[in-house]
């Protein structure tokens, strides 16, 4: 009797370890609550990421700051307004705009076209992959990210690859990778754009690139 009594309560811890693992690696379909705290975050305040940026000329750094303007409407959706400006560097005279929308089935962006891109899809599952085009999206699943300054726990990771194929075969270049705190959103991306390789991080969690 006590031999069986023990088999149920290892039996019973094993199960209940699984289904932890399970739930907290979002092996299943994320919580929608999950979703929107890191892809639903709507911030009134000015956001500043430290931009590194590579490229033949040689590296630079500066400061980008993302200011909430309010929402826009454009055919008759609503999308949240950032105004993105630049303290120094190739874009220091240039102004840019992003216009984001959350919808019940994801997060999209409206690019300059008018055409809209789905950054992240909702529900989401781990391992699921989207294509905008050429562009295939994939959830890598919830890991920690090492920054300079700290440790980021149960961040959620976004690769894009690019798909080029020539006459002979199919191939795929990583062009982005990206990381979404919960109940911050985005803080960190990493990819190409062109010539330049551009890395861009929360201020916060940026390395110190003054002298003490």
């Not at 500066?62 to 190739?90: N, T």
């Not at 992240?120 to 294509?131: A, D, F, N, S, T």
Request: hydrophobic share 35%.
């Amino acid at each position: 009797m006590l031999r069986s009594k023990r088999g149920s309560s290892a039996c019973t811890a094993t199960i209940a370890l699984l289904f932890l693992l399970v739930t907290t690696g979002y092996t299943a379909e994320m919580p929608d609550t999950d979703w929107l705290a890191y892809f639903g975050t709507d911030e009134d305040n000015i956001t500043e990421y430290r931009i590194t940026l590579i490229s033949p000329f040689g590296p630079q750094q500066f400061i980008q700051r993302q200011k909430p303007k309010g929402i826009i409407e454009f055919a008759g959706m609503r999308y949240r307004e950032l105004v993105i400006v630049h303290d120094s560097g190739p874009f220091a005279n240039q102004i840019s705009k992003t216009f984001t929308r959350v919808s019940q089935d994801g997060l999209y962006e409206r690019n300059e076209d008018g055409n809209e891109v789905m950054l992240v899809p909702r529900p989401l599952v781990h391992g699921q992959i989207w294509k905008n085009g050429d562009d295939i999206y994939k959830f890598e699943g919830i890991e920690d990210f090492e920054t300079f300054n700290a440790t980021i726990l149960d961040c959620a990771k976004i690769t894009l690859q690019s798909e080029n194929a020539d006459e002979n075969h199919k191939a795929t270049e990583l062009m982005d990778i990206k990381y979404y705190e919960r109940g911050k959103g985005l803080i960190y991306k990493s990819g190409t754009n062109g010539q330049f390789s551009i890395t861009k991080i929360l201020s916060v969690y940026a390395a110190r690139t003054d002298k003490p």
